[in-house]
C-alpha cells in the first residue's frame, strides 16, 4: 500500500494507483507506456500535453450520451472500443492525469478499473506538477494513436452502483456514504450548479470535499488519508463515494484505496441524479 508519493509511486502490477512525474518522466520511452490526459470542461483548454499523450475524452466519448445524466459510464464494448481506438493493450501500462492536478483523472482511473483493467495509475500533481518539474511539454492537443490496441473490458461488480446500492449502504451501519462536494452545496446554502437539480444532501451522509485529501495539487501520504477518512466515516470500511456528476467522487475513491480500503463503489449518477425531483429523500444543513 502506498505511503507516500515518489517513494511508493507506480503503475505497473502491483504498484500502487499513484505515480509521480519522476518516474513518469523515466517511464515515456519504455515500450508499453500510455499516458492519457483526461481533463475535463475548461481544464481542456490548455493548448499543452505531456509528450505521446492522448486523449481520454470523458466529455466525449467515454460518457454515454444516451443516459439522461452526465458522465454516465459508458457500456462496456463501447468502452473497451474506444480504448482500442486509443491503441492500449492489455499489457500497457497506463498512466492518466489532468491539466488541473488531480481531479477528473481519478475518474479515468476509476472507470478502467471498473472494467478490470489494473495496470493504471494517475499523475500525482497532473500537469502543473510536470510542468513545475521543468519536464516537456509539447504545445499541442493530445493526439491519437498509430495502431489499434487489443483491450478488452471484463466489468468489475460493485465499481459503479446506482440509487438503489446508495439507498442500502445509508441503511448499512457498517457502510459510509461520502460527499465530495462542496461543504456549500451539501449544506445547501449554494446553489447547484446544474439546473433543476434540489440543494442539499443525502440523509446520513457525511461531507468529505476532495480537495480534503490533497495538498498543492496532490494527493496526502496514506497515513494522512486514513486519518481524514476516519474522521468522516469512523470504523466503518465500507465506502459509497459521490459528488455532482461522478467525476470527484472517483478522487475520493482514490484518496481510500492509498488509505487501505477495499470495499468501495462510485455512485455514477451522484447528485445529477439524486438532486432531481423524485421521492429520493433530500435534507439541508451540516
Not at 507506456?33 to 481520454?56: E, K, N, W
Request: net charge negative; proline share 8%.
Amino acid at each position: 500500500m502506498a505511503t507516500g508519493h515518489e517513494e511508493t509511486a507506480g503503475g505497473g502490477p502491483g504498484d500502487g494507483p499513484l505515480v509521480g512525474v519522476d518516474r513518469l518522466a523515466e517511464w515515456l520511452a519504455r515500450p508499453g507506456t500510455v499516458v492519457l490526459d483526461a481533463s475535463v470542461g475548461a481544464h481542456r483548454a490548455t493548448g499543452r500535453r505531456i509528450p505521446g499523450a492522448r486523449r481520454f475524452d470523458i466529455d466525449g466519448v467515454f460518457s454515454d450520451h444516451r443516459a439522461p445524466l452526465p458522465h454516465t459510464m459508458p457500456e462496456a464494448a463501447g468502452f473497451a472500443e474506444e480504448m482500442r481506438f486509443l491503441g492500449v493493450d492489455g499489457t500497457d501500462t497506463v498512466v492518466v492525469y489532468d491539466t488541473a492536478g488531480i481531479y477528473s483523472s481519478a475518474r479515468a482511473w476509476w472507470m478502467l478499473r471498473a472494467m478490470g483493467f489494473d495496470r493504471v495509475a494517475v499523475l500525482d500533481g497532473g500537469l502543473p506538477a510536470w510542468e513545475a518539474a521543468g519536464l516537456p511539454v509539447e504545445d499541442r492537443e493530445p493526439g491519437g494513436a498509430e495502431r489499434p490496441g487489443d483491450f478488452t473490458a471484463r466489468p468489475r461488480p460493485g465499481a459503479l452502483v446506482g440509487s438503489g446500492a446508495v439507498v442500502e449502504a445509508l441503511a448499512d451501519p457498517g457502510a459510509a456514504v461520502l460527499d465530495a462536494r462542496s461543504r456549500e452545496r451539501f449544506a445547501g446554502t449554494a446553489a447547484e450548479p446544474r439546473p433543476g437539480l434540489r440543494r442539499g444532501h443525502m440523509p446520513g451522509a457525511v461531507n468529505l470535499p476532495f480537495g480534503a485529501l490533497q495538498r498543492d495539487g496532490r494527493m496526502l501520504p496514506a497515513e494522512q488519508l486514513r486519518a481524514v477518512f476516519e474522521a468522516s466515516a469512523g470504523d466503518r470500511e465500507r465506502l459509497v463515494v459521490s459528488c455532482g456528476s461522478g467525476v470527484t467522487a472517483c478522487v475520493l475513491a482514490l484518496g481510500a484505496e492509498l488509505a487501505g480500503y477495499r470495499e468501495v463503489s462510485v455512485y455514477d449518477g451522484s447528485w445529477s441524479e439524486w438532486g432531481l425531483p423524485s421521492a429520493l429523500p433530500v435534507e439541508t444543513g451540516p
